[in-house]
């Protein structure tokens, strides 16, 4: 197990380097403690495979320096680094049984065999796996597939970090909520440093204590799911987390006062505007704005129309039209909503101005 | 129009892989066909097409028998899960490909595509090649292929799956309105029930080879008439118990109960059953009415930034419950969850549910 | 009906492919069933033979040596081919530059025409002039392809070495390519050596590529003809004569054409029934 540290990383798979536009990573810098769970969150592109990679060695960064436990491993090859890594296809050694598939990282270590027999024993037990030793790997559903490259990353007890890449691609919607629950429940038995690279907000939420959001190679906030949620630096990580995302506004500031299309629309603290801003907008979440019958009267909320409800199940998702602008709001499951005018009353200790796409007040923690 | 499955039975290889299958699709709003990987979407979706030929029954499209037709006689789109373009193609020619087949005039080509690419938004990149663009625009060009075609039948086999999230998201929004008033039969295979709920429209839910019913999509979310069904439209998966009728109370394990009054057993004999609860109608507290207290040590918990997930144990199986906002819990200690009772599902030993 | 009807146009255009087949397949092989089981003396007068000729071809010895020299030189050439072809696949280069370079350099020796490069190596073995001839006899050894059976052997499984191995190499290499990264890089997180990779994570997804390659090279080398007749002619002696060059010295040499029917057709099956227990044996264990 290890404490990682991430210094100014950046990498470019191009050898000659001209713009900046051109590194998929530019300048990481992280400090990720000994024993967490954390997850690297962003869009196809954004860099996180690439981080990942460099964690476990098999890219080397152009420039920067990765630590484990504060001795430079930068150039040492995954091999060296004692790391375990699940990819998103399962990766099983077809000729080998579910046991030798387990016992491999170990045999090549040259373990004892009484150790290795009780380690892989126990390890299989961990992952409901005890009935299927003795099967060949090889016709197993990718479900159990999956399980077994996470055991052969568990087995050994020296790894500093196991890495996930999104492991429950190839898995079906039942099986996955079996699976990240399994990893989750593993993570507080085990306590081994665990990353998690994925695409899918609930998963990175669900697994992880603290989460990276990446967008085009750099990192935009890191945070636990509950200040991502209620707290988005940046409106990117707002509309990427939430299903569906935060509704952003353009808006303008006059004394304090944002306006949305000349409206008054109350925030958590006094809208600030500076002076060289080009973009503000305001950020509020479908969870927290209520729909209000339309008076007619001016000041109890946005005036919009009503154009869609669609029923999600759990909740619904109210669709409303200012002018050009669509807002999303979520009611809940009983909750019945007229079509046509109505007006939208946002909580204003939920509501943030963004200036140039970050959080007008508060800490910058992104870019720190 | 309409699409009509009377007793479809495919086999093969000595394996049944749909059994008795029918139903009748129409064009309002989206079919979609929900299952697991292997339930038998992807055959039914091709037997639709032609490119497989029942064993036993019939195919009627308006009540034209088209069982031995081949695909390219039945009018039909396919979209399928992977990025499906001709590579040495320009996006604006494989948008007009279907087009170019059917021998349509040039100008009215022209004209439809940039029609189907200002739908999908891919107005931008009609000059490039495939492989110049992301998955997303892959994906949306294969989409308005099938658009521009003005198919009766356009298949969607599970097209968002190898996408982002986000972007699956958004399309996810987008199609429905795609295909409105066009006139053609939709079928959307996919193997999440919150795409089926966000779709709308019809559901077929799909168990081993089984369509196990067939109806309005908030129908089957909410009054499934079988325990597969509702087993296969829960995400979460629903919490399954055995549970006992006994005179006016039913219990559940042997510290829970409470009255069969109001519920769909009331009237019901005395018996063995089953309950299902999804998860979100196990709340982490509020003793209010209409709710039973049950008490199970916690195992796992989850925290998805606005709701909280906990996997807890009560007589020896494991129960989910999400809730909205964020919940202190602490794994391994006891907690006192609230099922409400509106929201189990009664169901009998062999599997239908009781309905009051 | 619909569907008949295009039915019907769908055999109309594979018609054109079933009359060349018809009139350069079918047609000699017939007339190749006819010779085996007649006795003629010319001038187009022919006796029924029954299966004389059969029996008579699997009783002579000049049958069974030829046979066994096919069966040695198929053998060699497999156990040379296969290893060297895989394990030249997996020296070169998997990206960069020098992958096309590689690839052109493994395919020449496929593109030349076969009697030339029987020629190629006739003039390359002459142990006066020749570069290969002249070296080994200029290092201490008695090399003489025209005179002795050693060194025609020799020269004869080199040559087939130098001109198929690398279709083993294209082979195995597309394979290799076609193996996803995450397994080399799972092997390396979990701390495998070069020989377990190969043993766990290549050999078995060659599996498929490599039953192709030993059935497309044991077919080959089974019907070989051309590039032996050129190089030594059968000789010295008979002790390089193939089952197809002899075969073509009964038909044509001595215009016996009874027994080379005959010995077409026990060769045909030969080759079918070889091909077929091979091909069931490497596939027999396969997963899927």
Request: proline share 6%; glycine share 8%.
């Amino acid at each position: 197990m290890a404490r990682i540290s991430l210094q100014d990383i950046r990498h470019s798979y191009q050898t000659i380097v001209a713009k900046a536009a051109e590194y998929a990573l530019k300048r990481v810098h992280l400090e990720w403690q000994d024993g967490g769970a954390y997850a690297l969150l962003g869009p196809s592109g954004c860099g996180k495979t690439t981080l990942l990679n460099i964690i476990s060695g098999l890219v080397a960064p152009t420039e920067g320096r990765v630590l484990f436990d504060g001795r430079d491993v930068t150039t040492l090859p995954p091999e060296q680094r004692n790391i375990a890594q699940v990819f998103q296809f399962p990766v099983v050694y077809d000729t080998m049984t579910v046991f030798e598939n387990l016992a491999f990282p170990l045999r090549n270590r040259h373990a004892e065999s009484s150790r290795v027999d009780a380690r892989v024993r126990e390890i299989a037990s961990l992952l409901d796996l005890d009935g299927l030793l003795g099967r060949r790997a090889a016709g197993l559903p990718p479900d159990l597939k999956q399980k077994l490259s996470l055991g052969r990353g568990l087995v050994r007890d020296d790894v500093n970090i196991i890495m996930f890449d999104e492991p429950l691609t190839v898995i079906d919607p039942h099986l996955k909520w079996q699976l990240r629950s399994k990893l989750k429940e593993l993570h507080q038995t085990v306590r081994t440093t665990m990353i998690y690279v994925t695409h899918d907000q609930t998963e990175a939420l669900t697994f992880a204590d603290q989460v990276v959001v990446m967008q085009a190679g750099e990192v935009v906030q890191v945070g636990t799911p509950v200040q991502l949620f209620e707290r988005p630096t940046h409106t990117f990580v707002g509309h990427f987390i939430g299903s569906p995302g935060m509704n952003v506004l353009p808006c303008e500031v006059s004394d304090g006062t944002a306006l949305f299309r000349g409206q008054p629309v109350p925030t958590e603290t006094p809208a600030k505007a500076p002076a060289d801003a080009t973009r503000l907008e305001l950020g509020v979440r479908p969870e927290h704005i209520r729909i209000a019958p339309d008076t007619g009267s001016g000041d109890d909320g946005i005036a919009v129309d009503i154009v869609r409800v669609a029923d999600a199940g759990r909740y619904r998702v109210v669709e409303a039209m200012a002018g050009d602008h669509r807002i999303h709001v979520l009611t809940r499951e009983d909750a019945d909503t007229p079509l046509g005018p109505a007006r939208l009353q946002v909580d204003p200790s939920r509501t943030r101005l963004y200036v140039d796409g970050w959080l007008a007040d508060g800490a910058d923690t992104g870019r720190a | 129009m309409t699409l009509e499955f009377r007793s479809v039975v495919k086999r093969s290889k000595g394996e049944t892989l749909i059994h008795a299958a029918s139903f009748t699709l129409a064009p309002t709003g989206f079919n979609v066909l929900l299952g697991a990987t292997n339930a038998g979407k992807t055959t039914l979706i091709k037997l639709m097409a032609g490119l497989d030929r029942p064993t036993k029954g019939e195919i009627l499209l308006n009540g034209k028998d088209l069982t031995r037709l081949p695909p390219q006689r039945r009018n039909v789109s396919l979209v399928h899960q992977f990025f499906v373009n001709y590579p040495h193609l320009s996006v604006f020619e494989n948008i007009a490909s279907p087009l170019r087949v059917a021998r349509v005039p040039g100008a009215d080509i022209r004209r439809r595509v940039h029609e189907a690419a200002e739908l999908l938004r891919l107005t931008p990149f009609l000059e490039r090649r495939p492989s110049a663009l992301s998955g997303g625009q892959q994906q949306r060009t294969a989409l308005a292929r099938a658009i521009v075609k003005s198919s009766d039948l356009v298949l969607l086999d599970e097209p968002l799956a190898n996408l982002d999230y986000k972007l699956r998201e958004e399309l996810r929004d987008q199609l429905p309105r795609l295909f409105e008033g066009r006139g053609a039969i939709v079928v959307y295979a996919t193997s999440e029930p919150s795409e089926a709920l966000m779709l709308g429209g019809h559901t077929a839910t799909v168990s081993q080879g089984r369509v196990t019913q067939f109806g309005p999509t908030a129908t089957l979310y909410r009054a499934p008439q079988d325990l597969e069904t509702a087993r296969v439209f829960s995400d979460p998966p629903i919490n399954v118990a055995p549970i006992r009728k006994s005179g006016d109370r039913l219990h559940l394990g042997d510290s829970v109960a409470w009255p069969a009054a109001g519920t769909a057993l009331a009237t019901v004999p005395d018996g063995a059953y089953t309950v299902g609860v999804k998860p979100h109608f196990v709340l982490p507290g509020g003793d209010a009415a209409g709710t039973v207290p049950v008490t199970g040590r916690i195992q796992i918990t989850e925290l998805s930034g606005s709701e909280s997930i906990a996997h807890f144990d009560l007589d020896g199986r494991s129960w989910v419950s999400q809730s909205h906002g964020i919940h202190p819990y602490q794994v391994g200690d006891l907690h006192t969850f609230h099922i409400e009772i509106r929201g189990c599902l009664y169901f009998r030993p062999d599997g239908t549910r009781v309905t009051a | 009906m619909a569907v008949k009807t295009e039915r019907q146009a769908a055999w109309l255009l594979v018609a054109p492919v079933v009359v060349l087949v018809a009139f350069n397949a079918l047609i000699p092989l017939m007339t190749v069933v006819n010779y085996s089981v007649q006795e003629t003396f010319g001038n187009n007068f022919f006796l029924w033979h029954g299966l004389g000729w059969f029996q008579d071809v699997l009783r002579s010895e000049r049958f069974h040596a030829a046979f066994g020299r096919q069966m040695l030189f198929t053998g060699l050439i497999l156990l040379i081919e296969v290893p060297l072809g895989v394990a030249i696949a997996l020296a070169m280069p998997r990206r960069g530059p020098l992958v096309s370079v590689c690839l052109v350099l493994m395919a020449l020796p496929l593109l030349i025409p076969w009697n030339v490069v029987g020629a190629m190596w006739n003039i390359f073995a002459l142990p006066d002039i020749g570069l290969l001839g002249r070296t080994l006899n200029g290092l201490g050894f008695d090399y003489n392809m025209t005179q002795d059976p050693l060194s025609a052997w020799f020269t004869l499984i080199l040559m087939d070495v130098w001109h198929w191995t690398s279709l083993v190499v294209l082979l195995t290499y597309a394979g290799l390519i076609s193996i996803p990264d995450a397994y080399y890089q799972a092997a390396r997180i979990d701390g495998a050596g070069a020989w377990a990779v190969f043993r766990h994570i290549q050999l078995p997804k060659l599996r498929r590529v490599l039953t192709i390659a030993i059935l497309l090279r044991f077919m080959d080398s089974f019907m070989v003809y051309t590039e032996p007749f050129v190089l030594t002619g059968g000789g010295p002696g008979n002790s390089t004569t193939l089952l197809s060059i002899d075969l073509v010295k009964i038909a044509l040499g001595q215009f016996d054409l009874g027994p080379a029917a005959a010995m077409s057709l026990i060769y045909f099956f030969i080759t079918l029934l070889v091909s077929w227990v091979f091909y069931t044996l490497m596939t027999r264990h396969d997963p899927s």
